[in-house]
């Protein structure tokens, strides 16, 4: 045989043949007797190979006690495009970081460029200018719950103060924006969460004592944080400003 | 063919259970290690890339189907961290065929008049001797059963070239068999 027949062979073998030259192998004896041969060499090369790199019994244990410590705390930590935007959205519900502090930076400033243009772009820039508000809203919202909520729990303390500094300034600019606007609902809930931000704001240094507004405990409290989950909830599903 | 571990257990791992994900090194090391030393024949590198190959394993579980049995998944990424491996160790896979022809055959040259080896270290020879290219056609193509223009894609060269690549590492290795290869 030459070297071409040879390549087809193995070829046969590897089961990436054309059915012609199957069909012509199948028609020879030599060329069976050759195809019959390499499956044997192929068979011995593989067992060879098995019994080439011996491991010890308890290779699976040794291996685990070298990685053991190398693994992360929870699956899926792989740096992919997905984890990027949910770590990014993780970060803009997160009061103490200064991204969503940026990012409500952003909103307020598209908020007051389009409410400068409003006089002129009257019927769509309402709208939009609408649907902004309530976004922004929604967010200082989410922040706020998630602050009150750790403050509560006794977490997130040492930078309560500067946080709830950020959110009450915040929440001011809110009332503001809203002034001119029908939303006497989520006026009213800014106006009684002020108080509760303020104290946070200006109270005991951290670690030492919780201020007083240690508002969960509460019952009117309660229903404080019930409407500000409820009143997120309209804002998300509705865009709108009630 | 390999026995496969329970599909709980997987999904146990799946959710973060790291005890379950060490019944899964217990079960699969060995393999992944075996298939890791055939793609370098070396037992120091293969360690490495059997550790790296867990540590993603781990971090890719979520993304695993059910659909496809867990060992091909996970022989899957030991292939692609082998591979990772030796481009990492300089070695220009797709681009030293020539060369690696001609060294290797000066290499082949010496394991042949080597008569007092018994065959098993005679073919261990014949396949560090193999240059990485055809080293990993013949763990893709004759081990793992991947076809050619799969193991093509990973070298990155053509389905003829890989073809030849095969065609030639296959040679070599029967040439330690003494069965006549070409007439």
Redesign the interface.
Known sequence: ???IE??KL??IY?D?ADKADIDACLKSPDSCRQLD??EA??T???Q??????Q?PED???Q??N???D?????????KSPAHFWQRLMNGLVQPQYSLAGMAMVVGLVLVAYIAGRQQSDLSSGDALQQQLLAQNIQLHLTQSEIFLTQVSNGNGLANASSTAQRLLTSNRIFKQALAGNDGQFTQQLLQELEPVLLEYANGAPAQTQQPEANWVSDQNDRQLMFRIKAMKQQLANHDEII | MMNEIDERTVQQ??G?D?QA??LI??????AV??LA??YTTD?SQ?EDI??ET???A??????YQPKAKFSTWLMRITTNSAIDHLRKANRHLATSLDDAEQRHDITDHRIASDDQLD??QR??QA?SALSDVERIAVTM???QGY??EETAQVLNIKKNAC??T??RA??K??KQ?N?E???
């Open positions: 045989m030459n070297p040879d390549e193995l070829m590897f990436e041969q390499l060499d192929m011995v090369i593989e060879a190979q098995d019994q080439q790199h491991l290779y699976g244990q291996l685990w070298q990685i053991a190398r693994l992360p705390e929870t699956p899926g930590n792989a | 791992a799946k973060g790291k994900f060490r090194v217990l079960h699969y090391a060995q290690n075996r030393y055939r037992s293969a059997a550790q867990f540590i993603k781990f971090q890719a579980i979520n993304r065959l098993q073919l261990q396949m193509k004759h081990h076809s050619i073809k030849q095969l065609f296959v040679k290795l029967r068999l069965t290869v070409i007439a």
